[in-house]
């Protein structure tokens, strides 16, 4: 008669769980940072040649803003750096990554003002964060 208490139990258990449960404990998902590092560094460089030559027509710098298009775009891919790796190792949702980059060349296309990643990341070789440069005013 035991089994079917804890059967029970387990049936009519609440489908409530904390945080802490859902997500566990934050941790590196890759034992060498510095694969991590590698991963970030190819995902933002594509995005900014993507970015930098999207209004190119032909040319070398024209074919590089294909390849990264079609790295970034590609969903099949499987590979140790493919998009879809690369995005997963960094805790990154691809889909979301790639509806904003389809998104993003829209706007483009339209004429549209918008930002595009131009700074690199202001994380030090040494993982400490650089602050911002400061602005000067401009005098009146």
């Not at 059967?7 to 489908?15: A, E, G, K, T």
């Not at 990154?92 to 980059?101: H, M, N, P, Q, Y």
């Not at 202001?122 to 993982?127: S, T």
Request: aromatic share 8%; with cysteine; net charge positive.
């Amino acid at each position: 008669m035991e089994w079917r208490h804890t059967l029970l139990d387990s049936i009519f258990q609440p489908d409530v769980i904390t945080p802490a449960q859902f997500f566990g404990e934050r941790r590196e998902t890759s034992a060498n940072p510095a694969v991590r590092r590698l991963m970030y560094a190819v995902l933002e460089d594509a995005v900014r040649t993507f970015q930098s030559n999207a209004h190119l027509r032909g040319g070398p710098r024209y074919r590089l803003y294909r390849e990264a298009e079609m790295w970034l775009l590609d969903a099949r891919a499987d590979g140790i750096f493919s998009c879809e790796s690369v995005c997963a190792a960094l805790g990154i949702d691809a889909a979301f990554l790639r509806r904003g980059i389809r998104e993003w060349r829209r706007r483009e296309c339209a004429g549209e003002k918008q930002g595009r990643l131009t700074r690199r990341t202001p994380v030090l070789p040494d993982n400490r964060i650089k602050p911002p440069a400061k602005r000067r005013r401009a005098r009146a």
